[in-house]
């Protein structure tokens, strides 16, 4: 059996690129974007009641990397990128069938010409395409005695150091966006660098709304080097 689905709605996200976007929602809570609903789910009917739910999930399609394919081993960057798992013991991008599976936070519906959600902390490329949405159910889902294989605890954190030029930036950036300076510190102290890359001179760059980020990393610190119009 094959089955064909189609988006019921497109997510609006400050994440422009692959780079830098959190490897799972919650990592960076101040991330807000929206989900707008397509015709014809974008009626006040198909979200009736969801408001009363405080978090969501999302199912989506990795249409970035959709047609890259997969292998029956991955490299979760959790273990150092050497060591191999399972895709299935993974949540690796690349997958059989390219979906993925997001828990986040509902801020409020906004129900006007259509429906628009309003999300915070989610892990997901501006244009993604959404298949599902789901309200979470605590008493069923929330298992925190669960085992968690190579994942055993949230993932180490870099510090934040901003440069002077980075902070004339902000001051300029931050009226627009005023959640700004938090999102990027949320985002750097996840270290996106790819594992194998230890490069203290190598600057970095993520695309946040509009704005490239420029960063450097060495011993465990981050520093903010400037925010430019990208
Ligand atoms: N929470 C989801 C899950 O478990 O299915 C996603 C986990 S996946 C490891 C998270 C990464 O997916 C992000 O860091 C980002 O690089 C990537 N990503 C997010 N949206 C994407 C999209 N539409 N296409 C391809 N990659 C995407």
Redesign the pocket.
């Given at each position: 059996m094959n089955f064909s689905f189609a988006p019921i709605g497109v997510i609006h996200s400050p994440y422009k690129e692959?780079f830098g976007?959190?490897?799972?929602?919650s990592l960076a809570p101040s991330a807000r974007m929206k989900l707008e609903l397509l015709p014809p789910y974008n009626h006040a009917d198909t979200v009736r009641g969801l408001a009363a739910f405080s978090h969501l999930w999302i199912q989506?399609?990795?249409?970035?990397?959709a047609s890259r394919g997969w292998r029956p081993l991955v490299r979760p960057p959790r273990l150092g990128g050497n060591d191999k798992v399972g895709v299935f013991a993974s949540?690796?991008?690349h997958r059989p069938n390219p979906l993925?599976?997001?828990l986040v936070e509902l801020i409020g519906i906004d129900i006007g010409s259509g429906v628009i959600l309003e999300l915070a902390g989610a892990?997901?490329?501006d244009?993604?395409p959404v298949l599902d949405i789901k309200p979470y159910i605590p008493f069923i889902e929330s298992r925190p005695d669960a085992r968690a294989g190579f994942v055993d605890g949230p993932p180490p954190r870099l510090s934040i150091v901003w440069s002077e030029q980075a902070r004339t930036d902000l001051a300029i950036w931050d009226s627009r966006h005023p959640q700004l300076a938090v999102l990027v510190e949320e985002v750097l102290a996840q270290d996106p660098r790819p594992a194998y890359q230890n490069d203290p001179e190598r600057i970095y760059g993520v695309r946040l709304y509009l704005l490239n980020v420029r960063f450097r990393i060495h011993d465990n610190i981050a520093t903010v080097l400037e925010i430019s119009a990208s």
């Amino acid at each position: 059996m094959n089955f064909s689905f189609a988006p019921i709605g497109v997510i609006h996200s400050p994440y422009k690129e692959k780079f830098g976007i959190p490897r799972q929602p919650s990592l960076a809570p101040s991330a807000r974007m929206k989900l707008e609903l397509l015709p014809p789910y974008n009626h006040a009917d198909t979200v009736r009641g969801l408001a009363a739910f405080s978090h969501l999930w999302i199912q989506f399609v990795f249409h970035e990397t959709a047609s890259r394919g997969w292998r029956p081993l991955v490299r979760p960057p959790r273990l150092g990128g050497n060591d191999k798992v399972g895709v299935f013991a993974s949540r690796a991008t690349h997958r059989p069938n390219p979906l993925g599976l997001s828990l986040v936070e509902l801020i409020g519906i906004d129900i006007g010409s259509g429906v628009i959600l309003e999300l915070a902390g989610a892990d997901l490329l501006d244009g993604t395409p959404v298949l599902d949405i789901k309200p979470y159910i605590p008493f069923i889902e929330s298992r925190p005695d669960a085992r968690a294989g190579f994942v055993d605890g949230p993932p180490p954190r870099l510090s934040i150091v901003w440069s002077e030029q980075a902070r004339t930036d902000l001051a300029i950036w931050d009226s627009r966006h005023p959640q700004l300076a938090v999102l990027v510190e949320e985002v750097l102290a996840q270290d996106p660098r790819p594992a194998y890359q230890n490069d203290p001179e190598r600057i970095y760059g993520v695309r946040l709304y509009l704005l490239n980020v420029r960063f450097r990393i060495h011993d465990n610190i981050a520093t903010v080097l400037e925010i430019s119009a990208s």
